[in-house]
């Protein structure tokens, strides 16, 4: 490759308004721009990584026998499990894609047993971390939604939101507070309370002198036609968007008196208990928590000790607790604090699929699915974010463009040609690939392009390491270049490849 011929070029700045460092370097690099809604597009450079990164896992995914699947975007994993696999014989089944421009590889494992499942989630992890470690990358983990293990590096400025203390991290999404354990105690017979005024839960509280987590905090929702009656311990904040993923909404509004009149709930005094056509969901502390006060639907008035499921039957019963800094972590070690990040990938844990397989005994199961994500596109600004000095990106040699970054002085000269067409035939021979500068600009913008694109080796080509018989070398990390024979050039890149 020669740069001259290069799509996109050097910057030596970024637009203001790219705050964040590693963006900003890869932008100058000529490896990325941005377009709209935040997304990037990765040019030729970075697209030459990322091509290597599907390359070098290719085997990884033979070895598996997964099989590539391409041609539209997304794909319905339930629906072309249920068309395909009729038999346990075809099982376990693996098929890999790229989604997003080819920067996101998805890999899936339809197995016919929770067991082999586990083991094809332990496989797909270790390929996972043995292909961090060939990025040069060394990610953290975090507990995502429905079990799932999330890879992220930390970035203050980019999107990824992540609770963190001592040894628990979860994503926003995922995160939960500590939920202080319920007293163990006997239910108690449902009573009937005049509670004036007590329309909030501190009020309520503070009028039957008990603490706000022996009470059951109720919020109305809607989503089209259908009213949600969310129920959390008093103690803790409900989290909307747990709401639409247990749900499986998109959007929620604030339920009007009439949708909550017309479930025969009244709001400040409202409970599930007698109320009819609400999709109740409540959070696990209320279930776990027995003797709960709660609304009478009767305004005025409320109920001493309420039990799940004895008083009213949740349709669903889940996590819906917000999590916010300084709240005490669920795993005892600490506070949560946010920390943001950029994600890498993710390892779904089996799940089953609504898709039928017949088993040795003629029976009809559900397959079982495992699934993993990686990002190449953000493993390769992990890269840069981890391997980059005060003049640039310092490539590790397994993840560079190219391998060897050629700066060519007075090319159209008659003494400098023919040496620089040995330097490529050396370069090429020893199996490794150039990056040829063939600008008719200045030694010092050269150089510090080459710092700055940072490939693992440099090579200057010019009349005056021509005079003197040679060449100069340099690796990336090193102070100063070094005149070697043109002769010696073959040894000294086998040497450079053996270090």
Excluded at 291 to 311: I, K, Q, S
Aim: proline letters at 5%; glycine letters at 8%; charged letters at 25%.
């Amino acid at each position: 490759m020669r740069y001259s011929n290069l799509f996109a070029k050097t910057k030596r700045d970024a637009p203001a308004d790219i705050t964040d460092e590693t963006l900003r370097l890869a932008y100058r690099a000529g490896l990325i721009r941005p377009v709209e809604h935040g997304q990037l597009v990765y040019l030729p450079l970075a697209a030459n990584v990322i091509s290597q990164m599907h390359l070098m896992l290719r085997g990884d995914l033979r070895q598996l026998g997964a099989q590539e699947l391409n041609g539209v975007p997304q794909i319905q994993l339930d629906g072309i499990a249920s068309a395909e696999i009729q038999s346990y014989k075809q099982l376990p089944a693996r098929i890999y894609r790229s989604s997003q421009g080819t920067t996101r590889l998805h890999l899936a494992s339809l197995e016919a047993g929770l067991e082999a499942a586990k083991e094809t989630q332990a496989a797909f992890e270790k390929i996972a971390r043995d292909f961090f470690v060939y990025a040069g990358i060394q990610p953290l983990a975090a507990q995502d939604v429905a079990g799932a293990r999330m890879w992220y590096v930390t970035a203050p400025q980019r999107d990824v939101e992540i609770f963190k203390s001592g040894g628990y991290a979860a994503t926003r999404a995922a995160a939960t507070p500590f939920k202080p354990p319920a007293p163990a105690e006997a239910l108690l017979e449902c009573q009937l309370v005049e509670t004036p005024h007590c329309d909030t839960i501190e009020s309520l509280a503070q009028y039957l002198q008990v603490p706000t987590s022996r009470t059951a905090k109720a919020i109305f929702y809607a989503s089209g036609d259908r009213t949600i009656f969310a129920v959390v311990r008093g103690d803790l904040q409900i989290d909307e968007n747990k709401i639409k993923r247990a749900l499986g909404v998109d959007t929620l509004r604030w339920a009007t008196d009439e949708e909550i009149a017309r479930v025969g709930a009244v709001p400040g005094y409202a409970s599930p208990v007698g109320t009819r056509g609400a999709t109740i969901i409540v959070d696990d502390s209320v279930a776990n928590s027995p003797n709960l006060v709660a609304g009478a639907n009767r305004e005025g008035y409320h109920l001493l000790n309420t039990n799940v499921p004895r008083d009213f039957k949740p349709d669903v019963i889940t996590d819906l607790a917000l999590a916010r800094v300084g709240d005490p972590a669920p795993d005892g070690s600490g506070t949560l604090e946010l920390t943001r990040g950029t994600e890498l990938g993710i390892l779904t844990p089996p799940r089953l699929l609504d898709a039928n397989f017949l088993d040795m005994n003629g029976k009809a199961q559900k397959q079982i699915a495992v699934t993993m994500e990686l990002d190449f596109g953000a493993i390769l600004l992990a890269h840069l974010a981890a391997h980059h000095d005060e003049r640039g990106i310092t490539w590790s040699r397994a993840l560079a463009p190219y391998d060897v970054y050629v700066v060519a002085l007075n090319a159209d000269k008659p003494e400098v040609a023919p040496v620089l067409e040995k330097v490529n035939d050396a370069i090429s021979l020893a199996g490794l690939e150039a990056f040829v500068d063939d600008r008719s600009e200045s030694a010092g913008v050269k150089f510090n392009d080459a710092d700055l694109i940072g490939l693992p080796l440099r090579i200057t080509v010019g009349p005056k390491t021509v005079a003197q018989n040679g060449i100069e070398l340099k690796a990336r990390g090193e102070a100063e270049a070094r005149l070697v024979a043109i002769d010696q050039l073959g040894a000294e890149l086998d040497k450079w490849i053996g270090i």
